[in-house]
């Protein structure tokens, strides 16, 4: 009988320290759980925030197509102002939180000289107008509030592109010719490769814009050509006229004259600070002329035109242009 009591007594004492624990235990419980619902509230308030600042963003950078300053900063302020965050109304400061700049290399790089982004920043903090976020549950653990703050970014795709077109005598000599009277020449067979290019360069023009986006047009052999075919513009049709326009093809395969040329008119009075500059260089072969405008063979001129080219590449990347290269033919120096 004395054994059975122990017994019993010892089950009893360790219920009522389970029960003890238990209720020791209690408020953490409720404060994890207290926190996890915080945090997922956080979360979706956050979220509501970071859409916001997106679609503020965007809004904001339509108007860096005509370079509005003001009208960037008013239109991001309408979308924030015209929506709330938690069911809260939410305001921005438009000179503090809507900025402008440059995207490069996967970052926002603030500047307002050749912007073609907007990163608009929206805070709830203790500091901001729209204070810090309150907290409903998290309090029983002394935390009342917490600073949650977002930023949205948004570039420009409208474009400033000149098209850099080959017109050395290479591009017209894939097709097979008899000499007749006069110094006619007939085609008998084969497509230039200056046909191909004409057809596809004006095709490309349909793909853009002409309402954000302006387009110009120079071609190059021995040289490039002075004035340019067609200096940037919104006139797609007479951009599409100077396509057919460019001289037919001759001479040597002057690429770093070519992309000297369309920097220049990238960097003139008719290019917009605020879109993306983009050339398009169009070739058949490998550069034939030096810095110096001294032309010849390939084997003559050796890395030289190379060098050139490359050097002119390297000074529109310093200006912030890019170049797309396209190859016709199989005689094109790819590697290049």
Same mark, same amino acid.
């Given at each position: 009988m004395r054994n059975f009591m122990r017994t019993i007594s010892s089950k009893f004492g360790k219920k009522g320290q389970?029960?003890?624990?238990?209720?020791? +235990?209690?408020?953490?419980?409720?404060?994890?759980?207290?926190?996890?619902?915080?945090?997922?509230?956080? $979360? +979706?308030?956050?979220? *509501? %925030? $970071?859409?916001?600042?997106?679609?503020?963003a965007l809004a904001g950078v339509r108007e860096l197509a005509i370079d509005d300053f003001d009208g960037a900063r008013s239109q991001a302020t309408t979308v924030v102002? &015209?929506?709330?965050?938690?069911?809260k109304s939410?305001? #921005?400061?438009?000179?503090?939180d809507v900025e402008f700049g440059r995207w490069e290399g996967g970052a926002f790089v603030s500047t307002q000289a050749g912007a073609n982004a907007v990163r608009v920043t929206i805070?709830?903090?203790? *500091?901001?107008?729209?204070?810090?976020?309150?907290?409903?549950?998290?309090p029983v653990l002394g935390l009342t509030a917490v600073d949650v703050e977002v930023s949205g970014v948004a570039t420009l795709a409208n474009i400033d592109l000149m098209l850099v077109i080959d017109r050395s005598g290479s591009m017209d000599d894939d097709t097979q010719y008899q000499w007749q009277?006069?110094?006619? !020449?007939?085609?008998?067979?084969? #497509? *230039?490769? +200056?046909d191909t290019l004409r057809v596809a360069a004006k095709s490309f023009l349909n793909d853009l814009n002409a309402e954000v986006d302006q387009v110009g047009v120079v071609s190059y052999s021995t040289s490039a050509? &002075?004035?340019?075919? $067609?200096?940037?513009?919104a006139n797609f049709a007479g951009a599409q006229s100077a396509i057919d326009d460019v001289l037919q093809p001759g001479g040597w395969t002057h690429i770093g004259d070519g992309i000297l040329k369309a920097i220049q008119e990238l960097n003139s009075? !008719? @290019? !917009?600070? &605020?879109?993306?500059?983009? #050339?398009?260089?169009?070739?058949?072969? @490998?550069?034939?002329?030096?810095?110096?405008? $001294?032309?010849?063979?390939?084997?003559?001129?050796?890395?030289?035109?190379?060098?050139?080219?490359?050097? %002119? @590449?390297? *000074?529109?990347?310093?200006?912030?242009? #890019?170049?797309?290269?396209? &190859?016709?033919?199989?005689?094109?120096? !790819?590697?290049?």
């Open positions: 389970s029960t003890v624990l238990f209720a020791a +235990m209690l408020p953490v419980f409720v404060g994890t759980a207290s926190l996890a619902i915080e945090v997922g509230y956080v $979360q +979706m308030a956050k979220g *509501q %925030m $970071q859409d916001l600042a997106d679609a503020a102002s &015209s929506n709330s965050v938690a069911g939410i305001t #921005i400061n438009p000179t503090d805070r709830k903090t203790e *500091q901001s107008s729209n204070g810090a976020l309150p907290l409903f549950l998290a009277c006069c110094w006619n !020449r007939v085609a008998v067979g084969g #497509i *230039q490769p +200056m050509s &002075s004035p340019a075919e $067609q200096t940037l513009t009075e !008719r @290019a !917009r600070g &605020s879109t993306v500059k983009t #050339i398009i260089l169009l070739s058949d072969g @490998a550069p034939t002329c030096r810095s110096s405008g $001294q032309c010849g063979s390939s084997t003559s001129i050796g890395d030289d035109g190379r060098d050139y080219a490359r050097a %002119m @590449a390297d *000074q529109a990347n310093g200006n912030n242009i #890019i170049i797309h290269t396209i &190859s016709l033919g199989s005689g094109a120096d !790819r590697t290049l």
